[in-house]
Each structure stands twice: as structure tokens, then as C-alpha cells.
């Protein structure tokens, strides 16, 4: 029995780590060990991070990426950046989208409102691939659940799979190239360790330092700018986290109370018994 039961975890664990590492691609860096406000299992968004994190989004990223799961009314939902109703009104009007058809079957532009999501840059991929030298930058909303940081069935326990890190990590990873890599390196492309697809990713670094003014007089590093996107990036990708984590804290005090009538319960009802 005890040989049956050492067979099947020491199995289960062989297995966990295989299923990790087949995971990992060849050669990337595990993302750098950022750390934010919303980690573990109490942690919560940071307003103002959230606030200058849209604001990089909007002035530098929304350039080249869409965001389509994220609609503008989501910016003043409970759990998020709480920008109020007014400045949704205010930032969407500043996005143009492409609404219709109209009367005479025309579409046509017009200035965003609170209930429209975020518009794409490019009409469709193949203009987005021209305009970037044929690879299409992917949408943004989903990023930091799509790709991992790190690997490993129990580091991703013990630490989150490292989503928000993985971003940091790609703006912040820009290196000089050896010689040696420089000769395989194709034409437009830079050398980042930290890009999932290979080491050459055809995004030129998107952010200097300074480039985005903060209202609350932040600084703005490339460092900075790039662990506000990043954290802006883990809200889109899980609106409700807050939500869920309130949730699961109500459900253990629930449980731990009802662990204690049922202990009661028992003891009253087995009581003549004993
Ligand atoms: C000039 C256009 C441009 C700008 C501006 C830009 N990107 Fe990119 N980005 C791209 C392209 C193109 C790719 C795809 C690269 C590839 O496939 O080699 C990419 C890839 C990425 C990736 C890697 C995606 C993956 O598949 O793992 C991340 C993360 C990313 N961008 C985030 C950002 C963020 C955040 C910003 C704003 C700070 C930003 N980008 C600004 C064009 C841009």
C-alpha cells in the first residue's frame, strides 16, 4: 500500500515538472521579479498605477495594438482605475471610431463614447503587418493571462505565472547584441531574450525615458512607465481579481463558521452516545 502510494506522487510529480518545461520556448529569459501592489491572495490594484498605466497605453502602445475585449465604461467599473463617469466621457471622446452604416449605406467616423470599446489601429491585420515590418502586433487585453513569465508546474503555484512580469520584462529587455547574434538577427528586428517568439521580436523599443508626462508627477523612466503599463495590462486581463478575491475571503470565514456550528452540532447530538 505505502509502495503504491510513493509510486503515484513521486508519478504526479514527474509529470507537473515534464508538463512545465515543455512549456518553456528555447532560450527565453525568465521575466524579471517585478513586484506589484496586486500580488497574493489579499493584494489590490493600485488607482493611480492603473491611471498612469492607461495613459501610457493610450499615448504609446495604442499606436500599434488593439485592446478589443476592453470597453471605456470598463475605466470607471468598482475594481479598476477609477477614472469617475465624467473622464470616461472625456477620454473616450479623444479615440475616433468607425461606426455605421448610415442612411445611405456609407460608414463613417466619429468620436468615441463610454460604451464603445477600444479601437483597433490598423482596419485589419494585413494592414497591421505592412505597417510593421510583417508581423502583426497582438491585441492587448489578454496578455499578461495569455503569456507566462516563468515556468515550472510549482513555480507557477507558488508565484502566479508572471503575466504583468512578462510584459515588464519585453519593454525593459532590449539588449545590445554580441556580434555573434547580430550576424542571424534579420533586417528591422531587435535582440530581446525576454520575447516568448524567439529571441528577435520586430517591435522596436516602444518607450524612452520621459516620453509620458504624469499627471500626479510620477516618475517616468522607461523602468516606470513600463511596471504602470504592465500592471494597467494585468486589470484589463482580470477586471473583476478584486471582485473574486473579496469573494474567496467571505467563503473561508463562511466555511470557519460553519466548521465550528457543525463541531457543536456533532458534539450536542453524540453526546448521550458516549
Ligand atoms: C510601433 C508599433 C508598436 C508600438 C508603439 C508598441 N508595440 Fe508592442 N509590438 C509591436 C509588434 C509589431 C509586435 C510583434 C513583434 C513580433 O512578433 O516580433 C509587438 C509585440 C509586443 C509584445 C510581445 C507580444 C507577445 O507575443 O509575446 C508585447 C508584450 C508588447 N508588444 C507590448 C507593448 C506595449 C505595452 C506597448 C506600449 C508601451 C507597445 N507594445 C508598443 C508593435 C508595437
Not at 503504491?4 to 514527474?14: F, M, R, S
Not at 531574450?193 to 523599443?205: E, H, K, W
Not at 525615458?209 to 508627477?217: A, I, N, P, T
Request: hydrophobic share 40%.
Amino acid at each position: 500500500m505505502k509502495k503504491t502510494l510513493k509510486t503515484l506522487i513521486a508519478a504526479t510529480a514527474g509529470i507537473c515538472i515534464l508538463a512545465g518545461l515543455a512549456l518553456a520556448a528555447e532560450g527565453q529569459k525568465d521575466a524579471k521579479g517585478v513586484s506589484y501592489s496586486f500580488e497574493g491572495p489579499f493584494g489590490t490594484f493600485d488607482k493611480g498605477q492603473l491611471q498612469r498605466g492607461y495613459k501610457v497605453y493610450k499615448e504609446v502602445c495604442a499606436n500599434c495594438h488593439s485592446m478589443d475585449y476592453v470597453a471605456f465604461r470598463n475605466l470607471a467599473e468598482q475594481g479598476g482605475p477609477g477614472f469617475n463617469e465624467e473622464q470616461v466621457k472625456a477620454l473616450a471622446a479623444t479615440f475616433t471610431v468607425r461606426d455605421g452604416p448610415d442612411s445611405a449605406g456609407e460608414m463613417f467616423d466619429r468620436s468615441g463614447r463610454p460604451s464603445d470599446r477600444f479601437p483597433a489601429p490598423f482596419a485589419n491585420p494585413e494592414a497591421a503587418a505592412a505597417a510593421n515590418g510583417g508581423a502583426v502586433p497582438p491585441d492587448l487585453s489578454l496578455i499578461t493571462k495569455f503569456r507566462p513569465g516563468w515556468f515550472g508546474t510549482f513555480n507557477q503555484l507558488a508565484n502566479g505565472i508572471g503575466g504583468p512580469q512578462y510584459v515588464y520584462s519585453v519593454l525593459t529587455g532590449y539588449e545590445e547584441a554580441s556580434e555573434e547574434i547580430k550576424k542571424e538577427m534579420p533586417e528591422g528586428k531587435s535582440y530581446n531574450p525576454y520575447f516568448a517568439n524567439g529571441q528577435f521580436i520586430a517591435m522596436a523599443p516602444p518607450l524612452v525615458d520621459g516620453q509620458v508626462e504624469f499627471d500626479d508627477g510620477s516618475p517616468n523612466k522607461i523602468d516606470d512607465m513600463a511596471r504602470d503599463v504592465s500592471a494597467f495590462l494585468a486589470w484589463t486581463a482580470e477586471p473583476k481579481m478584486e471582485e473574486r478575491k473579496s469573494m474567496g475571503f467571505m467563503v473561508m470565514i463562511y466555511l470557519a463558521i460553519l466548521a465550528g456550528l457543525l463541531y457543536f452540532v456533532k458534539k450536542k447530538i453524540w453526546h448521550d452516545q458516549h
